[in-house]
């Protein structure tokens, strides 16, 4: 009975970990202009500090972000609401230089949270242009995934936030196809796989390439076939140690 008792309250404590979690990332994605969005967000057992995030911005842009706060628990978790929200404002001030963006949440990072470390992608979406000017601190490379072409766009390498005295990286820009979708996502990803680093890249980005041609209209088909893939035997919606967030960008 003890050890039944023990197990309810795990679980119990796990469900209140994954609400919380879900609570603090975005209700829906906006809709705009010449993008659709999808996003999947699995939540490690002890609760972690990935997230994701889509804002609309001025001009009919579109903010992008996804990242990871160290740690776990309800501390990581609270970490990662204010460092969200805080990208949320530095995004609306000066969106079109993500470097900027990334080195004002850096600094909000070594002065509040002198304790953690995180990594961040974020990105300026110009739908019309079919553009995303991108920059990343010390996270993984995004994958661009179209009819013709499933390739990792190329990043700067850099440190995380709160890792270094001064943070900054060069940004970069993606150009996209009609119908290309770019996929962002956390390393949880590539760790639930439990294989080494390159590997996993590599099954993820054969996933990617596997797409079959009736899914790629749709981002949300995208990001589940990936999941499936990358994470077979059900890995994708079973309970693991890490957090898992994917965010779709297709273009139209």
Do not use: N
């Not at 990936?226 to 693991?240: I, K, Q």
């Amino acid at each position: 009975a003890e050890h039944l008792a023990r197990l309810l309250e795990l679980e119990r404590t796990r469900t209140s970990m994954a609400t919380m979690s879900d609570e603090l990332l975005p209700a829906r994605l906006p809709r705009v202009a010449g993008v659709q969005l999808a996003a999947r967000h699995r939540t490690g057992p002890r609760g972690g500090g990935d997230w994701y995030d889509a804002l609309p911005l001025p001009d009919a842009a579109l903010g992008l972000a996804v990242g990871s706060v160290t740690g776990s628990g309800p501390s990581a978790v609270a970490a990662m609401g204010r460092l969200r929200a805080s990208l949320r404002a530095y995004a609306v001030m000066e969106g079109e230089d993500p470097v900027a963006v990334l080195s004002d949440l850096e600094l909000l990072l070594r002065l509040t949270e002198p304790a953690r470390s995180a990594t961040a992608l974020f990105g300026y979406c110009e739908p019309a242009a079919r553009k995303i000017t991108l920059a990343g601190a010390g996270h993984s490379p995004p994958l661009l995934i179209g009819q013709r072409r499933t390739e990792f766009v190329e990043t700067s390498v850099s440190a995380p936030l709160g890792m270094l005295a001064c943070w900054e990286a060069p940004s970069v820009e993606i150009l996209a196809e009609p119908g290309e979708t770019i996929l962002l996502y956390t390393d949880g990803l590539l760790h639930r796989t439990g294989e080494a680093t390159d590997r996993a890249f590599a099954r993820l980005h054969a996933a990617a390439a596997g797409v079959p041609r009736a899914l790629r209209g749709d981002p949300g088909a995208i990001a589940d076939h990936v999941l499936r893939s990358v994470l077979p035997d059900g890995l994708d919606t079973a309970e693991g140690a890490e957090d898992v967030v994917l965010l779709a960008v297709r273009f139209e």
